[in-house]
């Protein structure tokens, strides 16, 4: 197979389905050969992001593993690669240090895509301890312009328990849970927009769209730039650039 790009998943892997899914229904087709080619890499045993960015003494390390994918994606040479799980960008320049294929920025990206619909004020960003403690989104988020709202611990702890207690662990999407984090990130905390940086809250945001609420969601917007890369890349018949 040429002119193929690469999902690295598996973290979690209901949220890659949910991403494979959406691409797929978002790409213009008339037939079979219409959709595009990729690889999926469904890891879903790579050791707990969140886990080794609170507590690296003592929590597994999941940057070997995700330099072990790398490593095989090097072999394969995929035109650009697709990090889906949100919490892993912590690890994102190492990883793009291993390869010479780029790596789509799923934060850089979200933060690019509100910037442009001009939604300016405040933005709470919603994701796992670990992505609010590795900072990528909020600096991401405050280098496009945005002054950025952390939650505090009671809201964290709602989105935790979503995530963990809810999707991840009794596979059901709490509708209700939901929409009070969203009622409390505009009406107690005064934001304009909410990110969500997690791929279960992506998996939320798609089952559970038609809220008023101004949200940006992370995954959504990968899988917009993936389809406008990969179509580039078919455009130029065989041929791409690696600079994102």
């Known amino acids: ?67 072990d994918d790398i490593a095989k994606q090097n072999l394969l040479q995929p035109n650009f690669i697709v990090l889906t799980c949100n919490t892993a960008h912590y690890f994102f320049d190492t990883l793009q240090e291993a390869t010479g294929i780029p790596i789509l920025h799923m934060p850089r990206e979200a933060a690019l895509e509100l910037k442009r619909q001009q939604k300016g004020g405040k933005v709470a960003f919603l994701g796992t301890e670990g992505s609010v403690k590795a900072g990528v989104y909020e600096r991401e988020l405050k280098q496009a312009g945005f002054e950025v709202m952390i939650p505090k611990p009671q809201l964290q702890k709602k989105v935790n328990d979503l995530i963990y207690r809810d999707i991840k662990e009794q596979d059901f999407l709490n509708k209700d849970l939901y929409y009070e984090i969203l009622f409390d990130t505009v009406e107690t905390y005064g934001c304009d927009s909410v990110v969500l940086g997690c791929t279960e809250l992506s998996l939320m945001e798609e089952f559970a769209a038609g809220h008023p609420y101004h949200v940006v969601d992370a995954q959504s917007i990968l899988v917009d730039r993936t389809i406008e890369r990969a179509m580039a890349d078919r455009k130029k018949d065989g041929t791409f650039s690696k600079e994102i």
């Open 1 to 67: 197979m040429e002119n193929f790009f690469s999902i690295l998943g598996g973290m979690g892997t209901l949220a890659t389905e949910s991403f494979v899914r959406i691409l797929n229904h978002r790409t213009v087709t008339h037939k079979d050969q219409d959709y595009l080619n990729y690889v999926l890499f469904n890891h879903a045993t790579v050791p707990d992001r969140t886990a080794a960015i609170l507590d690296p003494q003592h929590a597994k390390d999941p940057l070997p593993f995700l330099l």
